[in-house]
T-cell receptor
Framework: NAGVMQNPRHLVRRRGQEARLRCSPM?????VYWYRQLPEEGLKFMVY????????ESGMPKERFSAEFPKEGPSILRIQQVVRGDSAAYFC?????????????FGNGTRLTVT | AQSVSQHNHHVILSEAASLELGCNYS??????LFWYVQYPGQHLQLLLK??????LVKGIKGFEAEFIKSKFSFNLRKPSVQWSDTAEYFC????????????????FGTGTLLAVQP
């Protein structure tokens, strides 16, 4: 039973380029969460999606960041025109549903470096 | 706004020493509490969770945590650590339960890096 799969593991982009981070949730999971971990900080919530819907994007920066979770395929976190401050580890988590008996399962993360 | 504080950023222990990592949260309503562990190069794994009932929660690998509502605390403990416990430990709270648990959105502390020396 494969866990949450994120790719790539490491991504290097120059300032101004676009970064696309992919997350395939665990089989049977339809809820996806994205978190960002900046150096020396904890994980910060970014966005919560269900299939084809953004439920909560209160943690997303207002510009350059977007997320989707299409009916088919992985969830994508897209960062346009990256800047050095976007360098961080981005973690995806999934759950089959909401509720107390459904804790989050995390992927290995994508480490984005902006040069 | 809800927040989680982990007071120890770096902890160094010798094998067989006892461990206690502090976690305090700020939220006045019903909460679910979690401890996650991240071993070097790996993803976050759930150590234990508290939803309701017995405030002393036992998790995997000999870890336990005690929920003290009056202190807004959920400290993690292990009586005797091993070298393999070297990892980063994150406390987290889900404060969405007062709204019918409509989200599993977690708020994390900044983490505690534990190094166990053999």
């Amino acid at each position: 039973n494969a866990g949450v799969m994120q790719n790539p593991r490491h991504l290097v982009r120059r300032r101004g380029q676009e970064a696309r981070l992919r997350c395939s949730p665990m089989k049977g999971h339809s809820h996806v969460y994205w978190y960002r971990q900046l150096p020396e900080e904890g994980l910060k919530f970014m966005v919560y999606l269900q299939k084809e819907n953004i439920i909560d994007e209160s943690g997303m920066p207002k510009e350059r960041f977007s997320a989707e979770f299409p009916k088919e395929g992985p969830s994508i976190l897209r960062i346009q025109q990256v800047v050095r401050g976007d360098s961080a580890a981005y973690f995806c988590a999934s759950s089959p549903r909401t509720g107390n008996d459904s804790p989050l399962h995390f992927g290995n993360g994508t480490r984005l470096t902006v040069t | 706004a809800q927040s989680v504080s982990q007071h120890n950023h770096h902890v160094i222990l010798s094998e067989a020493a006892s461990l206690e990592l502090g976690c305090n949260y700020s939220y006045g309503g019903t909460v679910n509490l979690f401890w996650y562990v991240q071993y070097p190069g790996q993803h976050l794994q759930l150590l234990l969770k508290y939803f309701s009932g017995d405030p002393l929660v036992k998790g995997i690998k000999g870890f336990e945590a005690e929920f003290i509502k009056s202190k807004f605390s959920f400290n993690l403990r292990k009586p005797s650590v091993q070298w393999s416990d070297t990892a980063e430990y994150f406390c987290a709270v889900n404060a969405g339960v007062s709204y019918g648990g409509a989200t599993n959105k977690l708020i994390f502390g900044t983490g505690t890096l534990l190094a166990v020396q053999p």
